[in-house]
């Protein structure tokens, strides 16, 4: 069973910076896509961002510009890096994966995804 802890989070003033990071207990270092989600209080779960080992990132419309979504394989480590941070970005964020086999067009979709971590909160205030 692999598991993920997550890191990071919080509350910071619009324009902010945070970092997210999801420590997997299993190597990351295959083509199964891992991503990043959030759900913001009386909305939809929604996909943020997604990459695969050695792929290229997908990102969100909303996040573009903005989130980077990176990994450390010698870490079986996640993580997303948000700038400039928007009020509209307060949400539960979550780290998923073995998701889709490299990703591609389904990559938003959260039942593609086996393996959840915890929600960390994200705030931004205005």
């Known amino acids: 069973q692999v598991q993920l802890v997550k890191s990071g989070g919080g509350s910071v003033q619009a324009g902010g910076s945070l970092r997210l990071s999801c420590a997997a207990s299993?190597?990351?270092?295959?083509?199964?896509?891992m991503g990043w989600f959030r759900q913001a209080p009386g909305k939809e779960r929604e996909g943020v961002a997604a990459i695969y080992s050695g792929g290229n990132p997908y990102y969100a419309d909303s996040v573009k510009g903005r989130f980077t979504i990176f990994q450390d394989n010698a870490k079986n480590t996640l993580y997303l890096q948000m700038n400039s941070l928007k009020p509209e970005d307060t949400a539960m964020y979550y780290c998923?994966?073995?998701?889709?086999?490299?990703?591609?067009?389904?990559?938003?979709?959260?039942?593609?995804?086996?393996?959840w971590g915890q929600g960390t909160q994200v705030t931004v205030s205005s």
């Open positions: 998923a994966t073995w998701g889709p086999y490299l990703c591609g067009g389904s990559w938003m979709r959260e039942v593609e995804y086996n393996v």
């Open positions: 299993r190597s990351t270092q295959n083509a199964y896509c």
